[in-house]
């Protein structure tokens, strides 16, 4: 089986005055509708990155709505992990191709996962290339499928899209963040654009006060007497950390108190991070002034709020970005973000709403060191940013768009309603023999593939038994 990531309980009714009204009613009624369908999310790491980011609120909120929804990740090995992190990087334009070997290396494994993949579900949602393959050797069964591009596919590497576009076909729909990023022949008709969005009740964006915030920098080591700059972001070469440190080092020069925090995350399907980390530490070692962190080392969720509430001007200076989750993130903290004018950032920023757009280092020592100069714009432009996060880019909306899109794919009743209830483990969905594990309830005998599915039913058997409407 692929693992399962667990994510406890959320309650959309906690959402309730946060994210516009209209969104979260919309989502009710469509959520209504899909009550009781069996929806899995998979992807490649349990952690690290903006996808993960979104699936650890996302799935126990669509739970909460009555939605059977689980989240698996793909396993490989460290190869196939180099493999992956190549087509990510070749399709956002990168030269290098894949050789044959390295092509086997990404079919083997992707037919092992598929292998692996054994429950039944009314949607899957496969998310970006390191699964995408998945459909091709699992076959689609009775579900929808629909492939989830997080990443900036305009302007792939000819030769490597042509690989990976062998595997897409079959799906119901794709999804990409931006029209733009639709790269050439896809083979998929049913094309949706849905940009990701935060969670604002997350311990990475909830509300947190001034003197929480600092007491938590200076437990790690920040003391705050002056001014800040700060970028998190996993370390990857497209999120140019080198290119954040040239433009601090050029406003240092007007403002020589000035500290800079790049807070990197290793993720499990980015064997890169290594390499890209230890030259980030070896350009700045000797430089008290400029602070690394790592998830690592301790600095999780509460600590990047607290970086992005308390900078004076939040970085992120991409080259190429699918979204950029963190913009949005510190936008709905209220700080004024100078970012690279790159994939979904500007539709997070458009002119004269939340900071200003780069296109070089030299632009973006510029722009932070505008924002220093004029305080009255920085704040007037960041509480555009924060109202433009709260009508856009919170997690109801996402949940919405994303649910409304498997409603229209379901044009008739989930299959799985064909077969009869009977005979398929309500918890997993896999097909069961009369003679599997076995539970009574209420004069009706249920069956399991195993004890766990039946310890679970029976915790909470409610959450299993809703009827699907049409
Ligand atoms: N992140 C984090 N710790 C770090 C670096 C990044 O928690 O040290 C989070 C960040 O807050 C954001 C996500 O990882 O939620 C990155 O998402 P984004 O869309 O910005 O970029 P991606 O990594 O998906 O390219």
Redesign the pocket.
Known sequence: MLQTVDTGKRSIQAYRGVAPDAVLDDLLHVAESLRGSRIVQINATPYG???S?LLRSAVPLLNDLGIIVDWKVISGDNAFFEVTKKIHNALQGAKTGLTEEEKAIYTRNTESNARNFEENYDFVVIHDPQPAGMLSFHGKGSARWAWRC?IDTAKPNPEVWEFLRGFLNGYDAAIFTMREFTPPDLPVENIEIIPPAIDPLSP?NMALADGMARQILAWIGIELGGPLVTQ???FDPWKDPLGVIAAYRLVRREIPNLQLVL???MALDDPECWGIYREIMKETEDDPLIHL???LTG?G?IE?NAFQRLSDVVVQKSIRE?????VS?ALWKGTPVVAGNAGGIPLQMPEGVGGMLVESVEECAQAILDLFHDPKRAEELATRGKERVRDYFLLPRLLLNELSLLLALAKEPPSLAVVPEIRRDPVCGMAVEESAISLKRNDKIYLFCSEQCRTRFSIQPERYLVSRSQ
């Open positions: 990155g903006g996808v980011e997080h990475k998190v972001s996993r807070a990197g995350s962190f790592t998830n600095v969720n990047i699918g979204f950029g989750l963190v993130e």
